[in-house]
């Protein structure tokens, strides 16, 4: 091949007297008449001028790739579901570690929930064949950009121009950019020794089509990536709730607090300085409704409220509506928390394993015997109870509130007295059927056949703000302050009164019985956080929760994790750029025009063609080389093929 394109370019026209099948004899014997004139192909006299080149290709792949990134992030910011993404936007999905949509599938006939296309998903397979289908545009740019270099140097400096060999495997690059041909070029330029030097012109051609290759199979690994990874899961969706909306918070009701001590029966109480509802005989004689609500709600069979225990806030028990678990929402309501503490192990005992005495430990009135001497290990006559303690004195002992010298009020924390027994029902020393031993033991097993435990607690009561998802049913406490004294001096007199003693007996009895002391004080301190608000829960009215949204379990969600995504959209915004940079290397590129007569030119009138533009054809399509190689053929011969080029 000659070493210039130019001199080519212009040769050309000797050629085409030749291989014009048109101007032939038409016997297959004829001789060519060389003494026909034959018009030629020349430069242009006029200066050489800037031409944008490549402009249509470039613009086509940055616009579909930057068109197909914009797509994807735009849908996947215009879809975000923040409930379960943790907030909308970049930094809530980056911190989730995926992108969350739903993308507002309807529900079919053969799934109740709806479903979801994962459209992200066809998107990215768009990328990927996009950037497949569209790496041979991007090579007819890179043609451009080695068309002008092989012109600039054509005349100037030979070794900087391609040997045929070169040229030959420049075409197959250009044109293709297959496997096959990446691994010819690269081999062939890895043989330094074996070869000529390589024109930069060459290693740039191959630089780039290596570079579009290896674009072009990461998108695919990446869309792979995502098609793995990406998942629709079933989620309860929130809307916001705007009909027939139930109360869902708690409140305290001050109405029933303000009715009792203004009537002529409960003001004489409250001038002796008792809390709400408490009487010298007794507590609600006159509020009978309190009783039944508040015995409901020991046994889990309020209509109103249920109590919840929270194992993730200390085991904090808190009151909420019954009517909640559609509905996610926040709201104010009460909680207590108890922290019990073991005193078998504390207290003064006969030397035989039975308690004695407890002034030792705090708890001076424990154990308490009715009408017996405190110190006789031989009674029968402990009975389960539980003690309200202000001042060191017993509440609950006889008469409530009134056994203590401040007629039932108390500080927060209060502080509780315990003592639970039960009958074995085993008269002798060699049934002993408890797991632990005697050194993690939470009970006394003498006198025989009673078991009884001994504990005092400390319980906090809470002013509360919860949160409620209606899609899990669960419930988190957002921030809690501790209750007024004179609400805790409320809330506990229902204990004081004995009113928890047996179902907190008949709750504890089996762990007492088998488990070792930590874990009997867990169960105790669960049990009495929720049964001294459960008894109080005459008290508390159902008030308007704030931010309710109803939950609706037939949602599909997309689940599209953040980093294939980030990956996609990085590749195509490189690919974009790459065209861009391919594109800017030879904008207005120095070029030259070639004047074709009319008599050549298929429209029969005076045409003027770009160098760059025709030397890019001839690298980028072998269709020149088969029309000179071929001059023959008739219609499909030269004439045809020139018309395509």
């Known amino acids: 091949m000659p070493p210039s394109i130019e001199k080519d370019a212009l040769s050309f026209s000797d050629d085409l007297q030749h291989l014009d099948p048109y101007s032939r004899a038409s016997s297959p014997d004829a001789s060519y008449d060389n003494t026909h004139h ?30 197909l990134a914009t797509l994807i992030v735009g849908w996947l910011l ?6 379960a993404q943790g907030g909308i936007g970049l930094g809530p999905a980056f911190r989730n570690g995926s992108f969350v949509l739903y993308e507002g599938e309807r529900k079919s006939h053969t799934d109740n929930r709806g479903g979801s296309h994962l459209r992200v998903l066809t998107w990215s397979s768009w990328g990927s064949h996009i950037i497949s289908d569209t790496s041979s545009v ?3 740019l890179v043609g451009y950009r080695v068309a002008s270099q092989w012109l600039r140097h054509s005349e100037s400096n030979v070794l900087q121009t391609p040997t045929p060999l070169q040229y030959g495997l420049l075409v197959r690059l250009m044109g293709s950019s297959s496997p096959i041909a990446l691994g010819r070029a690269i081999g062939y330029a890895a043989a330094p020794k074996r070869r000529p030097r390589l024109p930069r012109l060459f290693s740039e051609a191959l630089f780039f089509a290596v570079t579009v290759w290896i674009l072009a199979k990461a998108v695919w690994g990446v869309d792979t990536w995502l098609h793995y ?10 809307v916001p709730a705007t009909n027939a909306v139930p109360l869902l918070a708690v409140g305290f009701n001050d109405t029933l607090c303000n009715s009792w001590s203004q009537d002529e029966h409960g003001s004489q109480y409250v001038a002796q300085g008792f809390p709400c509802l408490a009487e010298y005989e007794g507590w609600a004689l006159f509020n009978t409704e309190m009783m039944p609500k508040g015995f409901d709600a020991l046994v889990n069979q309020s209509s109103t ?6 194992a993730d806030a200390q085991d904090t028990a808190i009151v909420v509506p019954r009517q909640s678990s559609d ?3 926040q709201a104010s309501t009460f909680g207590v928390r108890a922290a019990c503490t073991s005193l078998n192990n504390l207290c003064a005992n006969d030397g035989g394993g039975v308690t004695t005495n407890c002034s030792q430990a705090g708890y001076p009135g424990l154990p308490y015997r009715v009408g017996v001497q405190q110190d006789n290990a031989e009674d029968q006559s402990i009975s389960s109870s539980v003690f309200g303690i202000v ?17 039932g009020r108390t500080q927060n924390p209060a502080t509780l007295g315990i003592q639970l027994r039960w009958d074995s029902r085993l008269q002798s020393a060699e049934n002993n059927v408890f797991v632990p031993d005697d050194a993690e033991s939470a009970v006394d097993t003498t006198p ?5 435990l001994y504990a005092g607690c400390q319980v906090t009561f809470l002013n509360a703000t919860v949160w409620h998802d209606g899609g899990s049913d669960t419930w988190a406490i957002v921030n809690s302050t501790a209750s007024s004294s004179d609400l805790t001096s409320i809330l506990w007199l229902p204990v004081l009164y004995q009113f928890i003693t047996e179902r907190l007996a008949s709750n504890v009895e089996n762990d007492a019985r088998t488990q070792t002391r930590d874990n009997v004080m867990a169960a105790l301190n669960q049990n009495v956080g929720r049964l001294t608000l459960a008894a109080a829960s005459g008290y508390f009215q159902p008030t308007e929760a704030t931010d309710v949204h109803l939950s609706m379990n037939d949602a599909i969600l997309s689940i599209y994790p953040v980093a294939p995504v980030l990956c996609l959209i990085l590749l195509l915004l490189v690919y974009a750029g790459l065209a861009v940079v391919i594109f800017m290397s030879s904008w207005f590129t120095m070029d030259e025009t070639i004047v074709v007569p009319g008599e050549m030119s298929s429209s029969g009138e005076h045409e003027e063609r770009s160098m760059v533009a025709l030397t890019q054809t001839w690298l980028v399509d072998p269709m020149p080389l088969v029309a000179l190689a071929f001059p023959g053929g008739g219609r499909e011969g030269f004439g045809a093929i020139c018309g395509q080029v």
């Open 391 to 407: 001042e060191g004195t017993l509440g609950g002992t006889q008469m409530g509130a009134t056994d203590l010298p401040t007629k």
């Open 138 to 140: 991007l090579m007819t």
């Open 305 to 310: 409220f249920q109590f919840v225990t929270l």
């Open 448 to 452: 025989k056949p009673k078991v009884t």
């Open 38 to 67: 034959t018009p030629r192909l020349r430069k242009s006299d006029s200066l050489s001028t800037r031409r944008v080149l490549g402009f249509v290709p470039a613009i086509f792949v940055v616009l579909v790739t930057l068109g």
């Open 327 to 329: 509905y996610t929402f």
């Open 78 to 83: 215009a879809f975000q579901h923040g409930p």
């Open 229 to 238: 990874v990406s998942r629709a899961v079933p989620y309860a969706l929130q």
